[in-house]
């Protein structure tokens, strides 16, 4: 079983920074495509960033490219969103996503590629 839990989350100004941590209970984290989606009430979930399983590689979405930074520490079953210059359309849900073959099926940035998700931490931007 693997249980992914976040953290980090809070209500901050625009632009602001917040860095969430996402630590990942499973033997097999390291071979895991890890990912952040977020989802705002009344729209769909939305694909943020993902990360290769050796973090070699990473994936953005258009509306965060150059204000976010996804990276993994594998020594510690953990990965981090990095969030920057934050606007208020950034507010949302953040989830934290892992699926063995996301990554290598080039489907990172849909959320239905993702078996395995955590609870949501909740990212507020003021203005």
């Known amino acids: 079983q693997v249980q992914l839990v976040e953290s980090g989350g809070g209500s901050v100004e625009a632009g602001g920074y917040l860095r969430l941590s996402c630590v990942v209970s499973?033997?097999?984290?390291?071979?895991?495509?890890m990912a952040w989606f977020r989802q705002a009430p009344g729209k769909e979930r939305e694909s943020v960033a993902a990360?290769?399983?050796?973090?070699?590689?990473?994936y953005y979405g258009e509306s965060v490219k150059d204000r976010f930074s996804i990276s993994r520490d594998n020594a510690k079953n953990t990965v981090y969103l990095a969030m920057n210059s934050l606007r208020p359309e950034d507010t949302a849900m953040y989830y934290c996503?892992?699926?063995?073959?996301?990554?290598?099926?080039?489907?990172?940035?849909?959320?239905?590629?993702?078996?395995?998700w955590g609870q949501g931490t909740q990212v507020t931007v003021t203005s």
């Open positions: 499973s033997r097999t984290y390291s071979a895991n495509c």
């Open positions: 996503a892992a699926d063995p073959f996301a990554c290598r099926a080039l489907n990172y940035s849909d959320f239905r590629s993702f078996a395995f």
């Open positions: 990360i290769y399983a050796g973090g070699g590689r990473t």
